[in-house]
T-cell receptor
Framework: GQSLEQPSEVTAVEGAIVQINCTYQTSGFYGLSWYQQHDGGAPTFLSY????GLEETGRFSSFLSRSDSYGYLLLQELQMKDSASYFCAVMNRDDKIIFGKGTRLHILP | NAGVTQTPKFRILKIGQSMTLQCTQDMNHNYMYWYRQDPGMGLKLIYYSVGAGITDKGEVPNGYNVSRSTTEDFPLRLELAAPSQTSVYFC???????????FGSGTRLTVV
């Protein structure tokens, strides 16, 4: 079967750095992506890793280790507007994307 | 450029009623998907399509049907609504091989 594990909640302070981990188990793995979702909103795409290593997009970075079936999302210089749920998602070779249950990020002033 | 458009945004159905959730995209994406999201949970794949005339089941297809007669449109049909189908439904699209989806704004469905 397929499964993704990520923490249900993370709390951090405004201006700090936070890392959200994701481990996955799947067959036909193609890549790992990350989405942000604010309450009542739709998921929005943040980043995608198909190869091992770090991808940086502004304050957000995403990392993948295919050998460890592990990835993380790194958010720097946290802002209050970053309070949201973050989902990791696995893309498989059958063109389906399977989502984790999400990590709710709380940011304290 | 509208992206992915879903209608309606909200709907209340009675048990046993049927309805169609509409989804259309103007990005000429071949791949389209339907997900449902229950409160505090992740997204579950219902059905997906890799092109006009082609559809396939996802993780939770029971109680739903889809069709894909054009590249732009991917409607989701509920035939006999049940309370378990109360959820938020998202339609999404992407290009083949692209890492990220573009999501519609969602349809909040309540079955009473």
């Amino acid at each position: 079967g397929q499964s993704l594990e990520q923490p249900s909640e993370v709390t951090a302070v405004e201006g700090a750095i936070v890392q959200i981990n994701c481990t996955y188990q799947t067959s036909g793995f193609y890549g790992l992506s990350w989405y942000q979702q604010h309450d009542g909103g739709a998921p929005t795409f943040l980043s995608y890793n198909a190869l091992d290593g770090l991808e940086e997009t502004g304050r957000f970075s995403s990392f993948l280790s295919r050998s460890d079936s592990y990835g993380y999302l790194l958010l720097q210089e946290l802002q209050m507007k970053d309070s949201a749920s973050y989902f990791c998602a696995v893309m498989n070779r059958d063109d389906k994307i399977i989502f984790g249950k999400g990590t709710r990020l709380h940011i304290l002033p | 450029n509208a992206g992915v458009t879903q209608t309606p945004k909200f709907r209340i159905l009675k048990i046993g009623q049927s309805m169609t959730l509409q989804c259309t995209q103007d990005m000429n994406h071949n791949y389209m998907y339907w997900y449902r999201q229950d409160p505090g949970m992740g997204l579950k794949l219902i059905y997906y399509s890799v092109g006009a005339g082609i559809t396939d089941k996802g993780e939770v297809p029971n109680g739903y049907n889809v069709s894909r007669s054009t590249t732009e449109d991917f409607p989701l049909r509920l035939e006999l609504a049940a309370p378990s189908q109360t959820s938020v439904y998202f339609c999404a699209s992407n290009e083949q091989g692209a890492g990220g989806y573009t999501f519609g704004s969602g349809t909040r469905l309540t079955v009473v």
